[in-house]
């Protein structure tokens, strides 16, 4: 019998630990800045908006953080997460690279976000928290939180950016399934919102935005705190879950990545499975690349420029130092799935300006593409999203046969894509538009970013 | 830290062989009869629809069948399937009862048509067939075959029922996905299905038609050959690797159910997991209680009558021995999900005529309401199909809790939702209608049934 293609762990084997990269980088990342003073900002001014534990991570040196028995138990349910070779894909593109991949889809909610929704929810609940409020883009955050507020009690109020609440009625709908109540942004229940709608009453939304809104809710009550899927450092601790996974997986593949891939939003599902592999590269002087890949259309890593900016479009959240296309930036519509923020986190954008990293963009119809061939020869349809790692895992194996190597790649497969078949639709009826951001572009919404004086 | 409330099994425990309960039953299965001699057909006859090894296996008397290596690799991947304690939906409805559930959902196109659909292909594929036709109802069962047939290189064309295909454009989608082609049933492709069309231009269709319309195309061709998702035995033999594993997991457990509990459409996913336990009863004297579900709106085992009758709606079926409601029966368009085939399996019929099993009917507000408490604590979105399984699962808690008494309860949670949303979103909102098949209607319909002089 031929070997299997599934490089599973045992339960036994799932990290008890978190790994934080604060601790082993060389520069350590700038602190973030009061809007006014443009002095750091201490824990403390935090506390309106997260729980105290949370906060911690947020700005912890630790190198290991433990993961509670709560959140373990849960972890349990869906981890470890399998590793795959993809076989059928490589022999589809005739490649002489090993390619694998790691799937976080297979879970309630289908994504990686479930990683850190539990951890959330879990240290929320912990500390007396009754509600929370959060933003959604395409829906895979507000269903993974649903699923985890649910489980532990909590209330949750989720700001799904509009276009997408139209577009995708069934993350919404999974997300009621959990209990959760869902608003599309810009809404009228808060300033913010209102603003928005004041200027332009048919604001497909954004992540800036919903962010706003959301974070408004949450200040204005003591029981009510404000959950984040991506972006922070202590969502990207809560990812490295994957990557420490991985590397046990490819131990025992008796084989190691020549390159890491992740698709890029705010950076969480990247730094998920590429921190744990960045140590190696630091500590043991391993000599991995490691790759982003975001939409051409919303080209933060790759056009954006590292300066300090907000999180969010109403400027509610201290100023951050990162890569940015400006706090007001709006993706165009026809992009599909997520992937739409307009910064990123600080942990990679600091990675990225070191060298640690780099980043690609790609068209989306090129990664639907990839898509669909991965579907047709893994079995599995994958989050739109997904589908730029997939384009960027398949870019590096035919750049390796160009050079007549084989090179050994390893991809996040970070959700599945049952909920945006409408997306596929567009894409198999040729109504899916490409649509690249220029340099110009980028430059003028950049020169707009206003910040406090 | 707390015991994990999954119960695995390692790579090495997939059963090798699967379980072909004929060997044990006293009482053997009528044979089927030709439709106009009313003489018991041999495998020849069937020569024409499936490829040899699926008709040996058919009518097999052998105990337990090989796997292939080739089906076994691909089973690998998301084989062995996890069962779950499901002590969140214990707690929420405070039973003393111990429910166990088999979850099926986390493979590829979603259920457990997936055991199926794979070995079906692969031996089509070795026989060299290059095409595949079949029907499928609420599209679990298409999306399966779907992915096997492209995963073995050959072609598939899918009649959809009518009323599934304009409802759930998503699985229709996930099929294009898989490289199948997808046709509304009725359709004008067929003799079959113009005939219903002339009488019915709006046909919501049926499985019944959906079968002879499939059958009618792979006749006409030897390189084509039809398949079907549930009913026959080699279909309900691939998907007792379910319950194999779950009787292999119920001893890791340390436990053993007093009742096992699936969802009853053609019988396939019912089967599966219990066949393995009723051998238990029948061979080491177990006392085990096993309950299929059906839809009150598609009452074949509860009131239908045990009689020959053909598979398909045109007749091109040989006759069966099974419990039916006439293979003219076309479900009302307001039910939601699948469950709606006209006739049981015969290894099913015999076992139930035989006292072997329980059939119940249940209404599908109550499944639905089911199936969201259950989203809502096990955290896994069901298909609207095995709602049923989870409202049986229910009624005998409840039941033990009436009577004082814990029981320990196994079903089979046999596919996810995702693809369902639409019926989930008519259920929040009030307009999932429920309706009772009776005994008068079912007379009604059977008492139409014509069979060759």
Redesign the interface.
């Known amino acids: 019998?031929?070997k299997?293609?599934?490089i599973?762990l045992?339960?036994k084997e799932i990290p008890r630990q978190w790994y934080n990269i604060v601790a082993d980088m060389p520069n350590k990342p700038l602190p973030p800045l009061h809007p006014v003073t443009r002095e750091p900002i201490g824990p403390d001014a935090l506390a309106a908006v997260f729980p105290m534990e949370l906060i911690k991570q947020e700005v912890s040196a630790e190198r290991y953080i433990d993961i509670p028995?709560e959140v373990?138990?849960l972890y349990?349910?869906y981890r470890p997460s399998p590793m795959?070779r993809a076989v059928?894909l490589e022999k589809a593109i005739g490649t002489r690279s090993k390619i694998y991949y790691k799937y976080e889809g297979?879970n309630?909610s289908?994504s990686h976000k479930t990683n850190t929704a539990i951890a959330q929810a879990y240290y929320n609940k912990k500390e007396g928290i009754k509600r929370i409020t959060t933003e959604t883009g395409a829906g895979q955050w507000g269903s993974a939180l649903s699923?985890a507020c649910?489980?532990f009690g909590l209330e949750l109020l989720v700001f799904m950016v509009r276009v997408s609440y139209t577009q995708k009625?069934?993350r919404k709908?999974?997300m009621?399934?959990?209990?959760a109540k869902v608003v599309p942004s810009p809404s009228t229940m808060t300033e913010a919102g209102r603003k928005i709608l004041e200027k332009d009453p048919d604001s497909p939304g954004s992540l800036g935005i919903a962010i706003s809104e959301a974070m408004e809710i949450a200040v204005q009550d003591p029981y009510t705190k404000y959950s984040l899927g991506s972006v922070l450092n202590h969502v990207c601790l809560h990812q490295t879950i994957i990557g420490q996974e991985a590397l046990l997986q490819m131990e025992k593949a008796g084989d190691y990545p020549d390159v890491v891939i992740g698709c890029f939003g705010g950076g969480s599902n990247f730094s998920g499975i590429a921190f744990p592999f960045i140590r190696e590269n630091i500590v043991n002087d391993r000599k991995t690349r490691f790759v982003t890949v975001e939409p051409s259309s919303c080209p933060k890593l790759t056009k954006g420029k590292f300066m300090y900016d907000f999180g969010d479009t109403a400027g509610m959240t201290p100023l951050l130092p990162m890569f940015t296309l400006g706090h007001n930036f709006v993706p165009e519509k026809i992009h599909a799935g997520g992937l739409r923020y307009h910064g990123a986190g600080v942990l990679v954008s600091q990675l990225l300006k070191d060298g640690f990293i780099e980043a690609k963009a790609k068209m989306q119809r090129e990664c639907f593409e990839g898509g669909?061939l991965f579907?047709?020869t893994e079995?599995?349809?994958p989050a739109p999203e997904s589908n730029y790692a997939i384009a960027g895992a398949l870019d590096e194996a035919r750049k390796a046969d160009l050079e007549g190597i084989s090179k050994t790649i390893l991809f996040n497969l970070s959700g599945?894509g049952?909920?945006d078949?409408s997306s596929?639709?567009k894409y198999?009826e040729g109504n899916l538009p490409d649509h690249e951001m220029t340099t110009a572009e980028v430059e003028a919404t950049i020169s707009k970013i206003e910040l406090p004086d």
Do not use: C, W
Not at 176 to 179: A, E, F, H, R, T
């Open positions: 019998m031929k299997s293609t599934k599973s045992s339960e028995d373990l138990d349990k349910v795959f059928n297979g309630y289908g699923y649910n489980h009625p069934g709908l999974l009621n399934s959990y209990n669909v579907a047709r079995g599995i349809l599945h049952h909920f078949i596929y639709e198999f």
